[in-house]
Every structure is written in structure tokens, then in C-alpha cells.
């Protein structure tokens, strides 16, 4: 089974950076894609970056390319995702979550952490 647990989130002012960290037990599985999205209060979830099992990265949104950088463990099997030069409208609650047909494909993730709040101050 796919468990997916987030942590990381916090409250920064505009600017600051955040490490968000997801464990993931997806060991049984050769081909899969782990992805980071967020949902804003009032605003429908967005898919914010992912990275496929074999490692490529791929953006589902233009905003946060250059300001945030998605990495896999694969040893201590934990995905992160790297946050610099966060602006206001970065708050939302933040989510790790699985695709386990590897295609990357947004409405192919079907597991998903608790989520963790991230708050960006001006």
C-alpha cells in the first residue's frame, strides 16, 4: 500500500525559502511519479511540479519554475520539494501525491498525504 506523509510547512515572510519533505513507501513499485500540489483557500488544487521514478522533472504550472525545485531520495525513499523567493500568493495547503502508471498525468495521482500548510507573509 502507498503511504504518503508530508512535512516541512511553516510560515515565512515574502521572500524566504521552505523545504517541504514527503516519505513515501513506493518501494514495490519500478515506474511511478510523485507529485507535489497546492490548494489555496477559495481556489481549486493545482498541480505544482512532479519527477517520474526513472527522474525527470515536469512542471504542471509556469509561476513557480526558477523559484522551485522538485528532488527524490531514493534511498531514504522521501520526495522534497525546494521553495526560494516565496511570495504571498504561494499560500496554500501543500500536497504530496502519487501516480503509480508513471504517465504523469494530473488526474492519473490517486494517493495523497494529509497536506501541509505553508503561509507567505508580505
Known amino acids: 500500500q502507498v503511504q504518503l506523509v508530508e512535512s516541512g510547512g511553516g510560515s515565512v515572510q515574502a521572500g524566504g525559502s521552505l523545504r517541504l519533505s514527503c516519505a513515501a513507501s513506493?518501494?514495490?513499485?519500478?515506474?511511478?511519479?510523485l507529485g507535489w500540489f497546492r490548494q489555496a483557500p477559495g481556489k481549486e488544487r493545482e498541480g505544482i511540479v512532479a519527477?517520474?521514478?526513472?527522474?525527470?522533472?515536469?512542471y504542471y504550472t509556469a509561476p513557480v519554475k526558477g523559484r522551485f525545485t522538485i528532488s527524490h531520495d531514493n534511498a531514504k525513499n522521501t520526495l522534497y520539494l525546494q521553495m526560494n523567493s516565496l511570495k504571498p500568493e504561494d499560500t496554500a495547503m501543500y500536497y504530496c501525491?502519487?501516480?503509480?502508471?508513471?504517465?504523469?498525468?494530473?488526474?492519473?495521482?490517486?494517493?495523497w498525504g494529509q497536506g501541509t500548510q505553508v503561509t507567505v507573509s508580505s
Open positions: 519527477i517520474h521514478s526513472a527522474g525527470s522533472p515536469l
Open positions: 513506493l518501494v514495490s513499485y519500478r515506474s511511478y511519479c
Open positions: 501525491a502519487a501516480d503509480l502508471s508513471g504517465y504523469c498525468r494530473i488526474r492519473d495521482y490517486n494517493y
